[in-house]
């Protein structure tokens, strides 16, 4: 019997003012959070959705979902789903509260300190979330209901992501991933063009050919169109390879040339409390600048080279391929 029709409407209204009432805690608690109401019920109607498909009970009461929600970890739920919303304040909270905890527990569980270090990177581009998907950037804090405590959570996590460290392969990745993928080398691409084949693709070959220069011209004008302050974080994260942490602290010492642009940012916002950059800020401006790289590409490709959606799209194909020579990030310096 489908969890539906364990439940009905009475004991799902009934639910529902309960579910209320501890958004309504959370709330007083974490005002700054900005959760909605809906996404708090939404993430807790699939929890007591999944706990009335295991339970053997033929019809669950209002009390025992009452009983349920009453074990539900609610303010963690509520800072997780904070964070999956990007919310500013929630991050800063969490980083406070969890990081030296996920920095023992990886130290614990890894064998260096190297795949210690390199596992908290991954796992915070886990969290802040590395895809889109229908237009929504899917967090792995989604996944958290609440059940158990937040860092019990964070354990497993850990445990998953250091069992999937040396499985995971970052070499390629086309331009369209860029906005939609934030990690440690996603945007060393293996731009390596295969050597035409049979008749088809060699006709394949030369049709496609004649999109090739306006899309190099597109790619390094779209590079080189970047601020100094997208410049440089480029070239720190892709030339460099400086990890998310190592180019926090670089934006901390005051006299780094980003220092002064982050400052510029930060008077309109929150004052930071920790005193710290956090791995989130460094990809939500690692993904910003992603944006803006496709958007100037696509923009290039339609206004100076008056390429149609279609024509557009053979272009965003070849940029996956040996265009610039591995030269990708070349026109990142800065003056």
Same mark, same amino acid.
């Given at each position: 019997?489908?969890?539906?029709?364990?439940? +009905?409407?009475?004991?799902?209204?009934?639910?529902?003012?309960?579910?209320?009432?501890?958004?309504? $805690?959370?709330?007083?608690?974490?005002?700054?959070?900005?959760?909605?109401?809906?996404?708090?019920?939404?993430?807790?109607?699939? +929890?007591?959705?999944?706990?009335? %498909?295991?339970?053997?009970?033929?019809?669950?009461?209002?009390?025992?979902?009452?009983?349920?929600?009453?074990?539900?970890?609610?303010?963690?739920?509520?800072?997780?789903?904070?964070?999956?919303?990007?919310?500013?304040?929630?991050?800063?909270?969490?980083?406070?509260?969890?990081? +030296?905890?996920?920095?023992?527990?990886?130290?614990?569980?890894?064998?260096?300190?190297?795949?210690?270090?390199?596992?908290?990177?991954?796992?915070?581009?886990?969290?802040?979330?590395? $895809?889109?998907?229908?237009?929504?950037?899917?967090?792995?804090?989604?996944?958290?209901?609440?059940?158990?405590?937040?860092?019990?959570?964070?354990?497993?996590?850990?445990?998953?992501?250091?069992?999937?460290?040396?499985?995971?392969?970052?070499?390629?990745?086309?331009?369209?991933?860029?906005?939609?993928?934030?990690?440690?080398?996603?945007?060393?691409?293996?731009?390596?063009?295969?050597?035409?084949?049979?008749?088809?693709?060699?006709?394949?070959?030369?049709?496609?050919?004649?999109?090739?220069?306006?899309?190099?011209?597109?790619?390094?004008?779209?590079?080189?169109?970047?601020?100094?302050?997208? $410049?440089?974080?480029?070239?720190?994260?892709?030339?460099?390879?400086? %990890?998310?942490?190592?180019?926090?602290?670089?934006?901390?010492?005051?006299?780094?040339?980003?220092?002064?642009?982050?400052?510029? %940012? +930060?008077?309109?916002?929150?004052?930071?409390?920790?005193?710290?950059?956090?791995?989130?800020?460094?990809?939500?401006?690692?993904? $910003?600048?992603?944006?803006?790289?496709?958007?100037?590409?696509?923009?290039?490709?339609?206004? %100076?080279?008056?390429?149609?959606?279609?024509?557009?799209?053979?272009?965003?194909?070849?940029?996956?391929?040996?265009?610039?020579?591995?030269?990708?990030?070349?026109?990142?310096?800065?003056?």
């Amino acid at each position: 019997m489908s969890s539906e029709a364990k439940i +009905s409407e009475s004991v799902l209204s009934e639910s529902d003012s309960f579910i209320e009432e501890l958004f309504a $805690k959370c709330t007083d608690n974490a005002p700054n959070f900005g959760v909605r109401l809906d996404c708090f019920k939404i993430s807790l109607h699939k +929890s007591v959705g999944k706990y009335a %498909k295991s339970s053997d009970s033929e019809t669950v009461t209002a009390a025992e979902i009452k009983d349920f929600l009453g074990q539900i970890q609610a303010d963690d739920l509520f800072m997780a789903l904070a964070c999956a919303n990007g919310n500013e304040r929630a991050w800063w909270e969490f980083d406070q509260q969890h990081r +030296s905890y996920l920095e023992r527990v990886a130290r614990h569980l890894a064998k260096t300190e190297l795949d210690a270090q390199e596992v908290i990177d991954t796992v915070y581009v886990e969290l802040y979330g590395t $895809k889109i998907v229908d237009g929504e950037r899917v967090s792995k804090f989604a996944t958290y209901s609440g059940r158990g405590s937040l860092r019990g959570w964070l354990r497993t996590v850990i445990w998953h992501s250091l069992v999937d460290l040396h499985r995971q392969s970052h070499d390629e990745v086309s331009l369209d991933e860029m906005t939609e993928n934030v990690g440690e080398g996603m945007a060393h691409a293996n731009f390596a063009e295969p050597a035409p084949g049979g008749e088809n693709d060699m006709i394949d070959h030369i049709a496609r050919e004649r999109y090739r220069k306006a899309t190099v011209t597109s790619l390094d004008t779209a590079f080189a169109s970047l601020d100094d302050h997208e $410049k440089l974080l480029l070239l720190y994260y892709h030339v460099e390879n400086l %990890k998310l942490r190592e180019i926090a602290r670089l934006v901390e010492n005051e006299e780094s040339p980003l220092r002064g642009w982050f400052q510029r %940012k +930060s008077q309109t916002r929150e004052k930071n409390p920790a005193g710290r950059i956090h791995e989130s800020t460094i990809m939500r401006w690692l993904e $910003k600048s992603y944006g803006k790289v496709l958007q100037l590409f696509r923009d290039e490709l339609q206004a %100076k080279n008056g390429l149609t959606t279609e024509e557009i799209a053979i272009c965003m194909e070849l940029a996956t391929q040996d265009l610039a020579g591995n030269n990708l990030f070349r026109n990142l310096s800065t003056t």
